[in-house]
C-alpha cells in the first residue's frame, strides 16, 4: 500500500515549468524505491491533488518556484511554509492549489503529516523550449534533494546499477513518438 | 527558511483570467474578459508526426487532459478519413463521460457551490431538522443526523481553530447570501462528499486510461487497451465489473445529490434566473458516436442564433459542413498580429503585445466567432440545442429539474428563464444527469459488443503525402471544443485549437460585439461594489478554464476592491 507519494508538477511544454516532472523522470530511471513509495507524473493537477494525497504519511512535491532567488537554485519549503501561503481567491479550477488542497486534507484529517515541496527557480517558461542552463544545472541538487528528504521521512531508495532510460518524450526528436509509446 | 514567496508559479505561467467591471450605480456598466492563455503551444506542433500529436495536446491543460487528447485523435482521423471500431468508441466514450461528471461534480462543489452557500451559518444549523429537510427532496441515504452532524463538526473545528483555513476566501455574511443554516449545512455536507464520488469518476478513467492525470491508452485509430475477457493484463471482465460499480456509485450522486442541489439552490435564488443571461448565441457540436463511421450520436449538436429556440439548427455530423465552414478567429483586440478574421485551419498565432487597452487590444484569447457572431458555449448550449430538437434524453432531464425547482418551492422556470447565471448551473445537472444514464448505456453496448466476440480496438491509420486538412470536435465539459489540423509531407503543417473557454472568455471583435463572458455581466446588481460576489457568480456559472484576477474600477477608472479580489 503506497503511504508516500513524489510528484512531479509543471507543464512540460513551457520551458522551465517542466522540471517536476524532469526530475521525477530522473528519480524513477536512476533509483528504485520501496513499494509504499509511489511516483507520479502530476501534471499541473490543480484542485485534483487533493485525490492524490488524501491519507498519505508523507509527500514530496518537485515543482518550479518563483522567487527572488537566482534561476537554479533549490528551495526547501516545509508544510507550514505551504500552508502559511493562504490560498487564492478561486475563481477557475486551474489555479494551482497546493495550499488548497493540503487545507482541505487537513478539514477531512487525513493530511500528511510529512510534507515537503523542492522548489526550482525557474528562468524561462517559453512554450517548446527545453530548461535553461541555470534549471538543468539544478537537476542534480534537485535529485539529492529528494533523495535525502525521503529518508528523512524513514523511507528507502537505492540507486539503480544502470540507469534505465528517463523518457522524457517531450524533448525528444521529431521522429515518431507513437512507436515508442512513452507518455 | 520561512520566506515568503509565490509557491505557486504557475498562476503566472500558465495565464489567467481576468475580469475588468465597470460599475455604476452599484451595477455593472461596462466589463472586459482577457486572458493569457498558452495558445503559442500550438506552434510546437508543427513538423510532428500528426500521429503524436495527442500527447503533446494533452498536456495543454492540467485539468482537461484527456479532452485535449481526444480531440486531437479526432482531428487526425478526420484528416485520414479513418473509421474508429466500435469498441474503441465507447471505451472513449465511457472515458470522456467519467472525465465529465468528476468535472461537473468538482465545478458544482470546489468551485462554486461556497458562492451561494455561506459556511459560517454552518454552526447555527440543525442536523436532525436538516436530516428531516434533506429526507422530503432527495432518498439519498447519506442524509443521515449522524453524517451532517460530523459535517458540522468540520467546520466547528475550523471556526474553533481561530483561522479558517480553506475557508478563508468566502464572502461570508455578505447580504447576497441567502440560504437557511440547515441548507447551508446540507450543501455543505454533500460538498465533503462530493470529494469522494470525483474520486470514482477519476478511477473509472484510470482503468480505461492506464493511467490519470494523463491517460495512455489512446492512438490515431482507436484505443491500446487489450480486450481479453480471461486475460487480467487486458480489459478483462474484472475491470469491467469495477467500472459498472464505480459508475453505478456516481451515478446515484449525480442524480440523488449533485442534481437536487441544483434545484435547490434555484429554488431559493430565483432572482438569479434573470442575471447573467448575456450571449443568446449558443453552439454545441454532437458528441458520443455510436457507430464506426461517427454518423449517429447520443448527444445532439447544433446552434441557436439569438435566443430563438424554434430556430435551431442542427448539426448532423460532429465535423457538419456548417461548423467547419462557419469558424473564424479574429484578433482586433487581441495580441496578435493579423487583420483579417482567419479560418482555424489557415490560423496564425503571431504575438504582438501591446498592454491591457479596453478600447484597443487587452487580451491573450482571439475572438473565435460561428458565421461572424459570438456564441456561447458549455452545457447550456448543449441543452438548449438538444431541449429545442425534442431530444428525448435532455427534455426527460430538463423537464425534471423544471419540476424539481418548482417542488421545491421555487419559480416553474421556463426554458427561456435558463439563459441567465441559474440557467447555466442547471443545464450542468441536467447534462450531469443525462451523462449518467449514458454512461451505463454505453457500458452495456461494450460488453455486448464484446460478447459479439469483436475483441477489435484499432485502425491503422496511413499517412498521405498530399496535403490534408481535419476538424476533431468534443463536446467538453465546458462546451465545445476543436482542433484543427493540417497534415503535409506525413507532417504537421498547421495546428489550431478552438477551446470552449475561448468561446466563451472572448474578448470584443471588430464589429465590437462583446464575447459571452463580458456580455453576461453587463447589468449585474451588486451589493456592496468591493465584494463583488455576484460577478463571480455569474462568472463561475460559465466554469471558467482559466485562473482569474478580478478588478473592480469605480467609473473614474480609479481601482477599486482590487485587494480584495486578487
Redesign the interface.
Known sequence: MRTALIGGI?????GD?AVGPYVLRLLESQYSFEEEVDLV????????L??QI?GLRALILI??????DPPGTV????K???L?????????????????CL??A???GACPEQVL?V?IV?AE?E??QPLSAAVQAAVAAAIEAVVSELSEFGYSCQKKAGAEPAGI??SES?????ES?Q? | MAKRITIDPITRIEGHLRIDVEVDNNAVSNAWASCTMWRGIEKILRGRDPRDAWMFTQRFCGVCTTVHAMASVRSVEDALKLEIPLNAQYIRNLILIAHALHDHIVHFYQLSALDWVDVLQIPKADPAATSKLAESISPWTRNSRNELKAAQDRVNAVAASGQLGIFANGYWGHPAMKLSPDVNLLAFTHYVQALEYQRKALQVVGILGSKTPHIQNLTVGGVANAIDLDSQSALDMTKLEMIRDLLADVVKFVQQVYFVDVCAVAAMYPNWFSIGSGVKNYLAVPDLPLDSKGSAYDLPGGHIRGGDLAGVKRFETASDAAFRQGVTEDVMHAYYQGEKALHPWQGETEPAFTGWDGEQKYSWVKAPRFNGEPMQVGPLAQVLVGYSQGHALTKKYTDMAIDKIASIGGPRATPAALHSTLGRHAARAIRACMLAELAQKHWQLLVDNIAKGDYTVHNQPVLPSHEVEGVGTHEAPRGTLSHWVVIKDEKIKNYQAVVPSTWNASPRDRAGAHGPYEASLLHTPLARPEEPLEVLRTVHSFDPCMACACHAFDPSGRKIGVAKIL
Open positions: 509543471g507543464n512540460v511544454l513551457l515549468d507524473d502530476l501534471g499541473t493537477p490543480a484542485l485534483d487533493t485525490h488524501l515543482d518550479s518556484v518563483a522567487s527572488d528551495v526547501r519549503y516545509g507550514e511554509d505551504i502559511a501561503v493562504a490560498p487564492a481567491e478561486r475563481i477557475d479550477p486551474h489555479s494551482p492549489a497546493l495550499s488548497e487545507l482541505t487537513q478539514m477531512l515541496l522548489g525557474g517558461y512554450a517548446g518524450w517531450w521529431r521522429s515518431s513518438l507513437s509509446s507518455i
